[in-house]
């Protein structure tokens, strides 16, 4: 009988969520626009237009040595040119942000390829070579895993996801790299390591608390689903638990 | 430095304040007679880029700005996330909730009372101010940082 994963446990709105963003057949809607010059911009490691700078020859020209890993691997596109490693970082703000940093890198994991993600408790970074990466970083930009209020792109000074949110309904920021508008836009003002823009980069209206509370990834019992409420996916991690606790001795179920 | 005698009390908002706000809502709060010390805390927002590529850059925010209290003008180094008071007595904190219930309308707070401020000195002050510091200044302001206390006028 084939393998069907299933992604996760629990019976909730979150947990349902969580299964939703990490199973790659499940197609991720797409909430807004932005443009490929725009992620360019955000992402702050190439001028837009200029060609991607490479850290080797392209493979095609490298003449690989004779290895049965390299036959089954198809290498992505971005090491087939030989592009360097880049990275995108992620602050998720607690207050019901629709992703959250283990579940970003549960749900790159099953989704993309060639990737190396770093998860921390309230960001979550990836690196992958630059043309994936730009590619990875649109698609999270554009879909249900961002809100521009709640999410963040900050490749540095990431500190806000636990605080409380600002009058205006944005996470902090210290750098203050996107603003909220009067036309009810968010903007990029700075990249994600903090370095002035020369244009403004539109991410798009801020959703609604309905919306964020339906699409939420994260357990919260004040402005969300309380954790205990999920009796499936407390059994869960009491087992995880338990097991985990009595494997040196040789636990038998 | 604190006296037990003096009770204290903090200013939660929900939601943290945008300078404006934290503007209207200081004005409001030194109306009221008898209050000692006002300590206003938050993240802080850095001149320049504290970490990473960009470091020692500018940091444009506009979060950091001059307000004005009373008649003096302070420079908000920190996005209000709570308002910490040292009052004369606890009459006093009974007349700043009446004027935060009606300041706040929109964000919910909450109001605390306890001990906020720092009671001793610790050695980063007595670095700084040496052994004989003025003990209303300990707690005040951030030792390491050069910026001193504000003494707000002009409330008569």
Redesign the interface.
């Known amino acids: 009988m084939a393998y069907t994963p299933q992604y996760g446990p629990g019976t909730s709105t979150v947990a349902e969520n969580r299964r939703k963003q990490m199973n790659p057949n499940n197609k991720l809607e797409k909430v807004r626009d932005v443009t490929d010059e725009d992620v360019v911009l955000i992402l702050g490691h190439r001028a837009p237009g200029a060609a991607y700078p490479t850290a080797h020859p392209p493979l095609a020209e490298a003449g690989e040595p004779d290895c049965p890993i390299r036959k089954i691997v198809t290498p992505t596109e971005g090491a087939k040119a030989g592009d360097r490693v880049r990275y995108i970082q992620f602050a998720d703000s607690m207050f019901n942000a629709p992703s959250q940093p283990y579940q970003r890198t549960y749900s790159y994991s099953y989704r993309f390829r060639g990737i190396d993600p770093g998860t921390l408790s309230g960001r979550q970074i990836v690196e992958c070579r630059e043309r994936d990466l730009e590619a990875y970083s649109k698609f999270l930009l554009e879909t249900e895993m961002f809100d521009p209020a709640r999410c963040s792109v900050r490749g540095a000074t990431v500190h806000g996801h636990s605080l409380r949110l600002a009058e205006d309904g944005m996470m902090f920021d210290m750098l203050q790299r996107c603003l909220l508008t009067g036309d009810g836009n968010v903007k990029y003002v700075k990249n994600q390591i903090g370095e002035p823009l020369d244009r403004e980069v539109n991410v798009g209206k801020p959703m609604d608390e309905g919306w964020l509370k339906a699409h939420s990834t994260i357990f919260h019992s004040l402005v969300g689903v309380p954790y205990r409420d999920d009796q499936e996916y407390v059994e869960y991690v009491q087992r995880i638990h338990s097991l985990r606790t009595k494997y040196g001795f040789m636990p038998k179920e | 430095m604190t006296e037990a005698s003096y009770p204290q009390c903090r200013i939660v908002?929900?939601?943290?304040?945008?300078p404006e706000?934290a503007e209207r809502l200081l004005n409001s709060i030194v109306k009221v007679c008898g209050i000692r010390r006002m300590l206003v805390n938050g993240?802080?927002?850095?001149a320049t880029?504290?970490?990473?590529?960009?470091r020692g850059?500018p940091?444009?925010?506009?979060?950091r700005r001059v307000i004005t209290v009373g008649d003096t003008e302070v420079e908000l180094q920190v996005?209000v996330?709570q308002v910490v008071l040292e009052v004369e007595d606890r009459g006093v904190i009974e007349e700043v909730r009446s004027v935060c219930d009606e300041f706040f309308t929109e964000?919910p707070y909450t109001l605390q009372e306890g001990i906020f401020m720092k009671t001793k000195p610790s050695l980063v002050d007595y670095a700084k101010y040496g052994p004989g510091a003025d003990e209303s200044v300990i707690g005040l302001t951030d030792p390491g940082k050069k910026g001193g206390l504000v003494i707000l006028q002009g409330l008569k």
């Open positions: 908002p929900l939601r943290m304040l945008k706000t993240p802080r927002l850095p880029v504290p970490y990473g590529p960009a850059k940091n444009p925010h506009s979060a996005q996330g964000i």
